[in-house]
């Protein structure tokens, strides 16, 4: 193998290992049943998974989209989700509907748990389809088919949960407050499309305890990402439109560094003013 074909191999193994390790803390029990160091048993597994995924849903209404903003929204609804909730939506591989809408104009007919401050979107809780199939059947499927524009670079804090009160709240670790990058590959990318890479990536990563409360993530946008597993601590990956059976990296968050706590006053106001 040439030195490109074999730095295309190590990326492939890096992205196999991230979806499978993704595989195993969603459903730990496909890890007996399949080889997830092949393309093969990964596959098979990825498919199994995707079959019970369908047992439990989000559904996220969105009036108005700026990509940082919802980014935040999407961190404090998943700090604010029960144990159990929490639970049942990582068994699911974190299922996510998006529906264009104004929640402020749903009123209390439907099952919407938390509401952005601005509006611009609202969460229901896990469960199951049948929860939310009125209000998937008043609204339509979010479609957003322009192109992520390669943006300025937005940072943000993640808010802090109002209360850890609630019977079977989770809680996040305790720990100095962080910063990350949220890198977002723009390439043949569409705005609905970076929502569900987002979604996935940020979901988990709170549910895995690597975002908390205070930490201050800056999303960057790039038109392709390489797979430097050093770099990352948690990855969004996905089959190659042109080649299923390679994988491509969509989404990464980086590595932790130390937070200057006195810096949150330069919070870049696109993220920070509209949450």
């Not at 007996?32 to 079959?51: F, I, N």
Request: net charge positive; proline share 9%.
């Amino acid at each position: 193998m040439t030195p490109t074909e074999n730095a295309s191999a190590a990326a492939q193994r890096t992205l196999r290992a991230a979806v499978a390790q993704r595989l195993r803390r969603a459903r730990p029990e496909l890890a007996a049943r399949h080889d997830l160091s092949t393309p093969a048993g990964l596959a098979a597994a990825a498919a199994q998974a995707a079959e019970a995924a369908h047992d439990t849903v989000v559904a996220v209404v969105v009036r108005d989209l700026d990509l940082a903003a919802w980014a935040r929204q999407t961190c404090a609804y998943t700090l604010g989700l029960g144990v159990e909730e929490a639970g049942a939506w990582r068994r699911s591989l974190t299922r996510t509907v998006f529906l264009a809408g104004n929640p402020e104009h749903l009123g209390a007919r439907f099952p919407l748990v938390r509401l952005a401050p601005d509006g611009s979107a609202a969460w229901t809780v896990p469960g199951p389809p049948a929860a939310t199939v009125a209000l998937r059947r008043l609204l339509k499927l979010l479609q957003a088919p322009a192109q992520v524009p390669t943006g300025r670079d937005v940072s943000f804090e993640v808010p802090h949960p109002a209360s850890y009160d609630a019977p079977g709240a989770v809680r996040p670790p305790v720990r100095p407050p962080v910063r990350r990058d949220l890198w977002l590959a723009t390439a043949d990318c569409t705005t609905a499309a970076a929502l569900i890479h987002l979604n996935h990536l940020l979901a988990e990563a709170v549910l895995d305890g690597l975002i908390a409360p205070g930490d201050r993530l800056t999303l960057r946008r790039t038109p392709r990402l390489a797979p430097r597993q050093s770099d990352y601590a948690a990855v969004r990956a996905v089959p190659d439109d042109h080649d299923p059976r390679r994988l491509r990296l969509t989404a990464a968050l980086t590595t932790p560094s130390v937070q200057d706590l006195s810096d949150l006053s330069d919070l870049s106001s696109g993220a920070g003013a509209a949450c």
